[in-house]
């Protein structure tokens, strides 16, 4: 796993040269890229949401794209929509701006439910069907979408449907007083994002894909990661608790950051790491609790602190 390791080492410190001082979201970020995940991520403005996409976008050599979810955006103007040829007397599909390896859903909840529900396919199945015909996405392919948590007029919450295929939802929140100088300062001239450059390749990153899921997981482990999304299930506050998709979640993750700490075995330690940002946006507080202000973060640490962690063992033991 050290030429994971290292390829993460690398896509990391460009990004940084952009995102100063949030190291943990740019890792849990390039973790999402790895396993192949979906990234949410919530935020007040001018934080520098887009700024990360793009960074990341730029350092792995992908296409890039960026949605801007307006209320009158059309489902065609994401999918994009088949135009008759004159010449050839035949239609011809034009594709839409989701055919990019990394999408970015600007203020995804600014547009309606129907438009929303353009993404479904693409993000779950990896593929758009217009017209009776399917288009696979390229790879590899990942939708980073932003919204603002604050302002709420004229926007449409986003369906469950959508929030569990979001493998991760992060927040970046405002840089330290040092952070904000350095950002002044490398601003001074030209913007960092246009000087820095590309880290490695698409092949590279589509083999470092393959080579996670060779990361050892534990029977332990496997049944402390279904054990802490049943407990969402079962918890007091929670209408509704984490689904399957959130056990293959924290699974596959848990393997991204194995490897990109150099492991060849998922520990106990990533998965209580990956928790908050995995699971959180999965649950559905009860009414009762969403009058209390009842934070489905606090829901996650709680379960995380009652349930037992599995004891240790190797793999020759395992084995």
Not at 200 to 207: A, C, F, G, R
């Amino acid at each position: 796993m050290a030429l994971v390791q290292e390829l993460g080492e690398k896509i990391v410190g460009n990004v940084e040269q952009v995102i100063f001082g949030k190291h943990r979201q740019v890792q849990l970020t390039l973790v999402a890229v790895l396993c192949q995940g979906h990234v949410l991520i919530e935020d007040v403005p001018g934080v520098g949401k887009t700024m990360l996409a793009k960074s990341m976008a730029k350092s792995i050599g992908c296409t890039f794209s960026r949605i801007q979810f307006t209320p009158d955006l059309l489902p065609s103007d994401i999918t994009g929509v088949s135009i008759f040829n004159q010449k050839t007397r035949e239609f011809e599909f034009r594709a839409g701006p989701i055919m990019a390896q990394i999408v970015l859903a600007d203020e995804i909840n600014r547009a309606t439910p129907k438009t929303q529900s353009a993404l479904l396919e693409c993000m779950e199945e990896r593929q758009v069907t217009v017209d009776l015909k399917t288009y696979l996405m390229p790879k590899p392919f990942l939708i980073m979408a932003t919204e603002n948590p604050i302002e709420y007029e004229g926007t449409f919450p986003l369906p469950e449907a959508q929030l569990d295929r979001f493998l991760m939802r992060i927040s970046l929140g405002h840089p330290s007083p040092t952070e904000e100088v350095r950002i002044l300062e490398a601003q001074r001239y030209v913007h960092p994002l246009e000087t820095i450059e590309q880290i490695v390749s698409t092949p590279e990153l589509l083999e470092a894909q393959q080579k996670i899921k060779d990361i050892y997981v534990d029977p332990l482990i496997k049944e402390y990661i279904v054990t802490l999304i049943n407990a969402t299930r079962g918890f007091p506050d929670v209408y509704l608790g984490a689904s399957p998709r959130g056990s293959l979640g924290l699974y596959r993750a848990g393997q991204g950051l194995a490897a990109l700490q150099g492991r060849d075995f998922v520990m106990p330690d990533d998965v209580k790491a990956l928790a908050e940002s995995i699971v959180a946006h999965r649950i559905i507080v009860s009414p009762s609790a969403r009058i209390k202000n009842v934070d489905t973060r606090d829901v996650v640490q709680e379960i995380l602190a009652s349930v037992p962690v599995p004891g240790a063992r190797t793999r020759s033991l395992a084995g």
